[in-house]
């Protein structure tokens, strides 16, 4: 798989990408209103597929990318999403994924797109009432699995070649609720004796990107990223690659899902999981004229598509849970 796509595939998701309008038209659209465990309800207009369903529905995600690449990225599954189902998708842009579960939670998204660690915490400790339709994927017949990569400058600091060198170091994270970017960092530290909170100084950066692109600049001596954002990093951010190394691989992490809240009729997510997983994907995208190769279809929508969902993958994150007894890993009050 080509590494210089690899961001685009998994950070830059397609159906995070379905931004039809910024933040504050997505949640001041007259015709969509959705409160706390109601369905949206819209004024006006019918879906042509079904009757019963709604024409439009409001996607949240952590938001990173300008308004033009998202519209360009979105392009297939919008109207894939419109052809088929009669749907319209709108984005409320979080600033963390905790924003994005509270978002779903007040009923202000009924789509969000997940990470791992992000969904175990809506769906197990909040209990959110909602269901995946999806896993993201990069290729076909995978399982959407990535990996957190602990890396450092070589040249600023050449003692660090191991995870047991992490302590007394100045550590990035990206977020509380990030998968790559904390959950398994965190379980990774404490397999080598070091307390996460204290046997460090832990500084939150923001994102995966940011993390690398920290240790790079020196502002962090460890810095926690993923397979699919160090590229980007190379690539997009221009950082040589003489200056960031792997030094520490976590176990493979669950792919990422698209959780949809019960809100939505069942009967809509069923086929929104039957549109993802057959007909969302660059293979379709070529057959039906979208783009000419797969290559393209993959540079332009991020990712190759979606697989099946399938809860039984996050039981691994549940189990990293319990063992690093992260903050965030508690049960809803």
Same mark, same amino acid.
């Given at each position: 798989m080509e590494q210089a796509r690899a961001h685009n595939r998994k950070h830059n998701k397609l159906v995070r990408r379905c931004l039809m309008a910024a933040l504050p038209l997505a949640l001041g659209l007259a015709t969509i209103t959705s409160g706390a465990g109601a369905s949206p309800r819209v004024h006006s207009e #019918?879906? @042509?597929?079904? !009757?019963? *369903? @709604? /024409?439009?529905? %409001?996607? &949240?995600?952590?938001? $990173? $990318?300008?308004? #033009?690449?998202?519209l360009q990225s979105l392009a297939p599954l919008q109207d894939v999403f419109k052809k088929e189902l009669g749907l319209s998708l709108?984005?409320? /842009?979080?600033?963390?994924? !905790? !924003?994005?579960? $509270?978002?779903? $939670? &007040?009923?202000k998204a009924q789509i969000v797109e997940y990470g791992p660690f992000s969904y175990v915490i809506a769906y197990y400790f909040q209990h959110l009432k909602i269901e995946s339709v999806g896993v993201e994927l990069d290729a076909p017949h995978t399982n959407g699995g990535y990996w957190s990569y602990g890396v450092v400058d070589p040249q600023r600091t050449p003692d660090i070649t191991s995870v047991k060198d992490f302590a007394g170091k100045k550590v990035c994270f990206s977020d509380p609720s990030s998968t790559s970017g904390y959950l398994y960092p965190t379980y990774?530290?404490?397999? &080598?004796? %070091?307390? @996460?909170?204290?046997?460090i100084t832990p500084v939150f950066a923001g994102t995966d990107s940011t993390t690398a692109i920290d240790v790079a600049k020196g502002s962090c001596q460890v810095g926690y990223t993923n397979n699919f954002n160090l590229p980007e990093v190379f690539s997009q951010n221009h950082i040589p690659r003489s200056e960031l190394?792997?030094? *520490?691989?976590s176990p493979e992490i669950p792919g990422n899902p698209v959780g949809v809240s019960d809100s939505v009729p069942a009967s809509l997510r069923a086929a929104m999981e039957k549109v993802l997983v057959n007909d969302a994907n660059s293979n379709y995208f070529v057959a039906h004229g979208y783009c000419s190769s797969v290559t393209q279809c993959d540079n332009l929508t991020g990712q190759w598509g979606f697989g099946p969902p399938s809860d039984a993958n996050y039981s691994a994150v549940l189990k990293v849970c319990q063992i690093t007894k992260a903050p965030t890993c508690k049960l809803s009050s």
């Open positions: #019918t879906n @042509p597929v079904n !009757a019963s *369903w @709604p /024409t439009s529905l %409001i996607l &949240a995600s952590v938001g $990173e $990318e300008n308004a #033009t690449s998202l709108k984005v409320y /842009t979080g600033t963390s994924y !905790a !924003a994005d579960i $509270e978002a779903q $939670e &007040a009923g990774g530290l404490l397999l &080598a004796g %070091i307390n @996460p909170t204290t046997g190394k792997i030094v *520490w691989t």
